[in-house]
């Protein structure tokens, strides 16, 4: 048998001592040993077969901040069914969130919750409801937590399980994942210790005064495992999403464009009514738009190009088109919004230069009042790009951009005829993603309407492309939410690989 360290010994004695099997944290205890300095004694201890190390997975639940605020007061729908009862059972939504004192946060999450679990019934702004239900699996499992502190979740029967599963969605709760150790003596390790081996004093450096003194000749140095993996180490870098956002710009720069920028807060003018959107068209509502609500309004830009384009949607003016046939409002124009594309920086950037070639991108945040799910967010970038020159053709977008995606690692890209509001021929991109053994659509594409560039006096083709960049970012980083992209999960972050060619 090989010789034994002192902390390698002590280990063995203690956990003899201690009945021969026993957790990490006991035999720390009892030794006076770091818990590093006994797991690197059990490792070595084990590969000698003098003990086994077990492991075990357990699972921690613990309240966050708010899962206690709603286990002292109770959960946000159970404080509105209880006061909804002492109302007579029927009352509106107004009169029920008064008489619950229900903060506002949680308003809407409340009336959520009691439709899922059918508590009520809600007709005209006005809940009804028969008597209040008992207690749920959910409310019990909070109110263990506020009473017991940290619950394991092994422990749990299926229906609080269950219930677990909803607390962590709504929050509420954290379940944290813990690996328990426990060491136990083998027959060769129990020998060890009867048989009374003594541990050998090693020294782990040699020190000047040892080799002056040559007592180093007397003593033993420790052996050290030179192929024993080190620390890892995770060198700073670029967030991955940044990084292909700089690799886009790089691809674009090679082919010699330009990269353009503008504010997020746009006129309904430069986002809407200059690329001919009507301004009783349904983008424009609130429920997909973000309208500003101090200031309200902005400037118009120079009064030639107001007037053109109002003339273009009332009656076409002289673009040959017949136009919207409605009267056109400068107010609605005025209207502050955060923009729902960067398209509303592009013609912005032609008006004011309008002689070719001008061949500029942008790649930047828009917002649209979405609803959030795995596919969709209410912030995202957009790529964008235009190309105004004398004589371009589709055929020219279409080479543009089949070499863009080529500079990007999607070789086989297709173009479809399509349809796009302010472009005429349109078509859209797609490329065939062998690992999926699907199509995906890439960005949409034409030339622009003249109703578009006429009232702003641009004599020339323009063309124009502009898609989603989450898509592509998705399908480098094989990432299936788009939510994933912005949690900052500091675990992955780390896995991703480099994304550069």
Not at 182 to 192: C, P, Q, S, V
Request: proline share 5%; hydrophobic share 40%; net charge positive.
């Amino acid at each position: 048998m090989s010789e034994l360290r002192k902390n390698e010994h002590k280990t063995l004695l203690i956990l003899e001592k201690l009945g021969g099997r026993n957790p990490v944290a006991k035999i720390v205890e009892a030794s006076g040993l770091a818990h590093a300095a006994v797991m690197r004694a059990a490792l070595t201890l084990s590969e000698k077969k003098l003990l086994q190390i077990h492991e075990q997975k357990r699972t921690t639940i613990t309240l966050s901040e708010e899962g206690t605020q709603h286990a002292e007061k109770g959960l946000p729908e159970r404080r509105l069914i209880r006061a909804l009862v002492k109302l007579g059972s029927e009352a509106t939504v107004e009169e029920t969130v008064k008489e619950a004192a229900l903060e506002r946060d949680f308003t809407t999450i409340a009336l959520g919750w009691l439709h899922n679990k059918n508590w009520v019934t809600m007709k005209a702004n006005v809940l009804k409801t028969s008597k209040e239900p008992p207690m749920g699996f959910d409310e019990k499992l909070l109110n263990a937590l506020y009473k017991k502190g940290p619950i394991l979740i092994e422990g749990l029967s299926r229906e609080l399980k269950d219930a677990a599963t909803v607390l962590k969605k709504r929050q509420l709760i954290r379940m944290d994942d813990r690996t328990l150790r426990r060491l136990e003596l083998t027959d060769a390790g129990l020998e060890i210790v009867k048989r009374g081996i003594k541990p050998v004093e090693e020294i782990s450096q040699l020190t000047p005064t040892l080799i002056l003194s040559k007592k180093w000749q007397k003593v033993k140095l420790r052996k050290f495992d030179v192929t024993a993996p080190g620390p890892v180490v995770y060198p700073g870098k670029i967030h991955p999403v940044q990084e292909i956002i700089q690799m886009v710009r790089e691809a674009f720069l090679e082919m010699g464009f330009t990269e353009i920028r503008g504010s997020i807060v746009q006129t309904a003018f430069w986002n809407f009514d200059a690329l001919f959107q009507p301004q009783d068209h349904p983008a424009r509502e609130m429920m997909d738009t973000f309208y500003l609500t101090q200031p309200k309004e902005g400037r118009l830009p120079r009064e030639k190009f107001v007037e053109a384009v109002a003339k273009t949607h009332e009656n076409g003016w002289t673009t040959g088109s017949r136009g919207w046939q409605y009267k056109w409002s400068p107010k609605e124009a005025k209207k502050l919004i955060l923009r729902t594309h960067t398209t509303a920086v592009t013609i912005h950037h032609l008006a004011e230069h309008r002689e070719p070639p001008v061949k500029v991108f942008s790649v930047d945040r828009i917002y649209r009042n979405e609803k959030l799910d795995y596919s969709h967010l209410a912030e995202f970038y957009q790529i964008e790009g235009i190309v105004m020159d004398k004589n371009v053709t589709l055929r020219d977008l279409i080479g543009t951009l089949r070499q863009f995606y080529l500079k990007l690692g999607l070789e086989r890209v297709e173009f479809w005829p399509s349809y796009f509001p302010y472009t005429e021929p349109s078509a859209q991109a797609t490329a065939y993603v062998p690992e999926l053994k699907t199509w995906i659509e890439l960005c949409g594409m034409g030339i622009f309407r003249p109703e578009v560039v006429k009232p702003f006096g641009i004599k020339h083709p323009v063309l124009a492309w502009g898609g989603g960049l989450e898509r592509l970012i998705m399908l480098k980083l094989g990432v299936d939410d788009i939510r994933f992209l912005y949690k900052n999960d500091l675990g992955w972050i780390r896995r991703s690989p480099v994304c550069r060619q």
